[in-house]
């Protein structure tokens, strides 16, 4: 099967940092991907990392994988304002077709 | 990163009409894009591959001659909602992958329709 789960919510302060978990059932996904969505647009590639990674940093965004349990997470550091959004975790099916978790929205308090 | 646009951004049509919807890569060369739907606060939902110069490939469930896709170029595809319905109304998203890298896929900003 392709399910991708996320959590639906976060709340989180400004400056703190945020962490959204995914877990994934495809062991085949030879990539995993992170999207946000902000209201009414379409989705901006944040960041992807490759199956055989445990980790990738870009800037704020840190992304770990855990092959073994199927888990991949986004860490945003010194979250802002801007940072409020739906993140999409993804996994790559065949012939790159993406399968999309639910989404987490996550809410920057001031 | 690349870009994807679609036109029109929003469409309101009445129940029994056909809507076109257009997705184009502008900076780069896309052999396939993929279509997407999106109900509200819910995921998005693989509708079907467009091939440019073959047919394209639905996902189970997806009727192929209610969602008509043409991939008339390697910069273009369109969706066509024929005979549309107060149900399929829905965030349509399409998506290209570069061709420099088949990994990143870069979505457009998706089109509202609302059918009455």
């Known amino acids: 099967g392709e399910d991708v789960e996320q959590s639906l919510f976060l709340s989180v302060r400004e400056g703190d940092s945020s962490v959204i978990n995914c877990t994934y059932t495809d062991s085949s996904s030879t990539y995993l991907y992170w999207y946000k969505q902000e209201p009414g647009a379409g989705l901006q590639l944040l960041t992807y990392?490759?199956?055989?990674?445990d980790m990738k940093q870009d800037q704020r965004l840190t992304v770990l994988l855990n092959k073994k349990d199927k888990h991949l997470s986004l860490r945003i550091a010194d979250t802002q304002t801007g940072d409020s959004a739906i993140y999409f975790c993804a996994e790559s099916i065949d012939d790159y077709k993406l399968s999309f978790g639910a989404g987490t929205t996550v809410t920057v308090r001031a | 990163g690349a870009v994807v646009s679609q036109h029109p951004s929003w469409v309101i049509c009445k129940s029994g009409t056909s809507v076109k919807i257009e997705c184009r890569s502008l900076?780069?060369?896309?052999?396939?894009m993929f279509w997407y739907r999106q109900f509200p606060k819910q995921s998005l939902m693989l509708m079907a591959t467009?091939?440019?110069?073959?047919?394209?490939?639905?996902e189970q469930g997806v009727e192929k001659d209610k969602f008509l896709i043409n991939h008339a170029s390697l910069t273009l595809s369109t969706l066509t909602v024929t005979s549309a319905h107060p149900e399929d109304s829905s965030f349509y998203i399409c998506?290209?992958?570069?061709?420099?890298?088949?990994?990143?896929?870069?979505f457009g900003p998706g089109t509202r329709l609302t059918v009455l």
């Open positions: 900076d780069f060369q896309a052999t396939t």
């Open positions: 998506s290209a992958p570069t061709s420099r890298n088949y990994n990143e896929q870069f």
């Open positions: 990392i490759f199956s055989n990674m």
């Open positions: 467009s091939n440019e110069g073959s047919k394209a490939t639905y």
